[in-house]
Every structure is written in C-alpha cells, then in structure tokens.
C-alpha cells in the first residue's frame, strides 16, 4: 500500500494561511481534540494561532484506528502524528528548495513558513502546499523529527480548543445529531433483579 500523503490525511493548508490539523479520534473528555494537533503542529512548525481543528472524515483507507477509548489516543498516535507533521513540513521545505534553486541545508521552516537564511526570503506555506503536494512522500525513517528540547508546542500549557463552544453552547455533540426519517430507542431495564421480559411489540 503506497503511503498517505500527510496534506491529504492531516494536514489543510488554505489560501488564508489557515492550517487545518484533522483529528481522526473522537472527543470523550480528555482533551484529545487539542492534544493531537497540538502534536502535528509542533512538528509542522505552525503558529498554533493560526491553527483550526477539524473532524476526520469516516474514511478506514486513511485512518484505519478510528475508534477511541481506553485513554489511548494520544499514546497510540504520537509517533505517528509526529511524523505526519514533519513529513509535511520537510516536502515543503522541499518544494522550496526547488523553486528558490537553492541547497537544502540553506532553508528552514518557522510559523508557517519556509524562509531561507542567506537572503532571508519567505514562502508561506499557502504559497507552497501546491507543489508540495505533487512530490514524492519519503518514508518515515527518513524524516527527522524535533529533538524534544527545541518543543514550542507540546508540554507547554495550551488552552482547550473545545472550551469555548463548550462554554456557550455551540458546541455539536452526537446527542445533537438529526437526520431525516430518525427514530429514538431507550433501553427499557426490568425494575426487579432477575426478572425477565414477559412480551415485546417487535413492530
């Protein structure tokens, strides 16, 4: 199986710079909504302002392990999501690379950007995704990850990206879901221990 392209499984550039970091876990309480792309967007270089956190889709040929439970998101995807992130931001250094004409060792990425140290000339990442799109994913092991010292993102204290809508009442949960045509089920428990069902309308 040929490797996912990080820009289409976790990463969304728009034409406004806005990075969209997909989450493919759901949120049940632990914060999982923020601590993942917390994790993509630390190794993407990204501004964490300019971040907007979205739903994976239900897609099993992109994100096989979408269940969630047991407190293991963040445990069970770190490494992987850490790798997504500095793959995207390594093929976008690479396609800065190519259109400056320049040696690799001569740019870095930073706050969304790709920004060559000799002239000090920048390329949004908007400005790049395009192309970095169309290059060849390296493989995991070819990707250098942040040495833990240089984190700006993870294990710094970050606001909860759910807090507000929580807070006001916008937020959608799988309660609020309507669908055309929907019915509603609740299970009936027997009121004594031990009892069993005498007669049901199966209709």
């Known amino acids: 199986k040929p490797p996912i392209s990080p820009f289409e499984a976790w990463v969304h550039v728009g034409d406004d710079d806005r990075v969209k970091l997909i989450v493919a876990k759901s ?104 192309s970095a799109s169309r290059l060849p994913i390296p493989a995991a092991g070819q990707v250098p990850l942040k040495k833990r010292a240089d984190f700006r993102i993870i294990r710094h204290s970050t606001g909860r990206v759910d807090a507000e809508p929580k807070s006001n009442g916008t937020a959608q949960f799988g309660l609020d879901a309507r669908v055309p045509g929907m019915v509603y089920a609740v299970i009936a428990r027997c009121p004594t221990f031990g009892g069993r069902v005498k007669n049901f309308d199966a209709a």
Do not use: F
């Not at 979408?66 to 396609?95: K, Q």
């Not at 990425?109 to 000799?118: F, L, S």
């Open 27 to 130: 949120e049940i309480g632990q914060g999982i909504k923020t601590t993942l792309p917390m994790i993509l967007a630390e190794e993407l270089e990204v501004d964490w302002k300019q971040v907007e956190v979205q739903q994976a889709e239900t897609r099993p040929d992109i994100y096989p392990h979408l269940g969630t439970g047991g407190s293991s998101s963040t445990r069970t995807t770190y490494a992987d999501l850490r790798t997504a992130g500095a793959t995207a931001r390594e093929m976008l250094i690479s396609a800065a690379v190519a259109q400056w004409n320049v040696p690799r060792e001569q740019c870095y990425a930073e706050d969304g950007a790709v920004i060559n140290r000799q002239s000090n000339a920048r390329l949004k990442y908007s400005q790049l995704v395009a």
